[in-house]
């Protein structure tokens, strides 16, 4: 079974779409986050869920 862990990030109305692509594009390249869910509100907020797979080591002996 493949377990992810989630961040949850919020842009306000005012933040523009260029900042926020710079902002999740950092979480993708430098901690492997992948976009899970992006909710854009009538007002203009934005909710962003990321996941990434958390990886469990199994000892072998």
């Known amino acids: 079974m493949v377990e992810y862990s989630y961040l949850d990030l919020y842009f306000s109305r005012d933040t523009s779409r260029e900042d926020a692509r710079r902002v999740l594009t950092d979480h993708a390249e430098y901690g492997d986050w992948e976009l899970y869910r992006l909710r854009r509100y009538p007002d203009g907020r934005r909710h962003v ?11 072998t002996m």
């Open 49 to 59: 869920r990321l996941r990434r797979k958390i990886i469990r080591v199994v000892r």
